[in-house]
């Protein structure tokens, strides 16, 4: 979860006391940001709206990682209407008591680890597993598993480009929704990989980071190697 010893919400959740304050944590790029936000409810007192135009600002600059807002006087924890819309949006909600500065947290169950927000782990949760998940989740569609290496890529091990064919896997000039994009970062070998989402966007789990959507032409275009599509959606 965010932290910065959470010095940046905190400050923005004083400076609305006694209102409510509110803000979001965004998944950007695989970084988590901070995005205070106004409190647009009729009575901010006792409760929190974040105005549309702000969430919607948020969203198209990352993934919402996180719903965080204020109670103010109030060391209770998350009310029953914080925790039923954090379950339909399936989105974590955090709430600060202020000025007890007591953090609560709810995760809303899933049967899934969610795709988006992952911590890296190699082996459990990287860019291939990532991509197997997806796969899984979205198209019913079961890729199999590979014990990769460590440092496979510094060795001229080439897990991509030896195994997808024979996983039914072809390779495409142009990507389309769901195809699987072959990336070689710093190495003479393909050693990342991710979904393709359309208009430029692709989803992957790059090291050290959350796993995230992000722009192809954020700089990743310049790594590709190939274009990959199931033959079972052909």
Known sequence: MYNKSDKEIL?????????EGCGIILNKRGKLKWIPCKNDAEDPLNYFKIPAEEYIKASMMGDIYAIVHSHPDDENGLSEKDIAVSNFLGIPYIAYSVPGFTKFIHTPEKKDTP?????????TNDCYSLVRDYYRIKLNTIIPAIEFEDNWWLKGLNYFDDLYDSFGFIEVEEPKE?????????SKVPNHCGIYLGEGIFMHHAENRLSCRESLYSGWNKNITRYMRCKKFI
């Open 11 to 19: 400050e923005h959740l004083v400076s609305c006391y006694p209102e």
């Open 115 to 123: 795709l988006l927000g992952r911590e890296y782990d190699f082996g």
């Open 178 to 186: 769901h195809d699987v994009i072959i990336f070689s970062v710093l």
